[in-house]
């Protein structure tokens, strides 16, 4: 059985079609691991959502900020004149299952066998395996239960913007879906930087990647992410970086992982977007 943690899709049907092609994957006996992110901007959101779902237990998704946007659109009203690549989702005839489906998935994925822990974005400095876990199914209960409504109603927002065991609510949960969904950069006093979305080097001084924080407790984990398309595929201190820009005409990557050294697969993207549009 081989196992592949696969880089955002972002509505990039055909393009994920042909790399599973490329490595030979197999449902009946292969295992995928989204790294989140399956819709929004692409050409096929839906088509991706359908297939990534009918896979069954082939395939272990977790949460993406714009999987999470869909939904809110989905729970707050019809704002599709701002998300137009959505909109086939929205208005299609299985959306309340497909839409139920996604609001299931988990915002953090362990393998204690495989020795991975799969999120969309990353982990502040404070938080060891166990927090990550425990913190990531506090939203999980949410999003799966009669509140969520609610929850989509007050998620978008930048704070607070550092971890304390304390926050109660929808402070807390926003924080923790930022760090899982949003993060890339934080401050060495661990605060989030959610503003900074260029590559390394680009950020405001004193800023720094989140997986570079030198007390970073997560750091004997071995992590998958994804979300951070001007980063590129990286493979460091126990972290692998596979969101390559399959959107922006980059590549799309997978990265195998029940093999003694992960090993990397890519396939070249013409491109759906300017990257420019979004900047």
Known sequence: MAVYAVGDIQGCHDELRR??????FDAATDRLWFVGDLVNRGPKSLEV????????DAAVCVLGNHDLHLLALASQGDKTRHEPSLAD???????DGLLHWLRHRPLAHHDSELGFLM?????????????????????????RGTGHPDYFAHMYGNKPKRWDPGLRDMERWRF??????????????????????????SQARGRLPWYEHPQRA???????FGHWSTLGYLATDNVWALDTGCLWGGALTLLRLDTPHPQRHSLACPGWQDPTRFA
């Open 19 to 24: 790399a599973l092609d490329q490595v030979g």
């Open 49 to 56: 959502l359908r297939f990534v779902r009918d896979l069954g």
């Open 89 to 95: 989702v929205l208005a299609a005839p299985d959306r």
């Open 119 to 143: 999120v969309h974005a990353g982990l502040p400095p404070q938080w060891d395996l166990a927090t990550t876990l425990g913190c990531a199914r506090e939203v999980e209960d949410v999003l």
């Open 176 to 201: 923790i879906t930022n760090c899982l969904t949003r993060l890339r950069f934080c401050d060495l006093d661990g605060n989030l930087a959610l503003k900074e979305k260029g590559p390394p080097g």
């Open 218 to 224: 997560s750091r004997d984990q071995r992590i998958v």
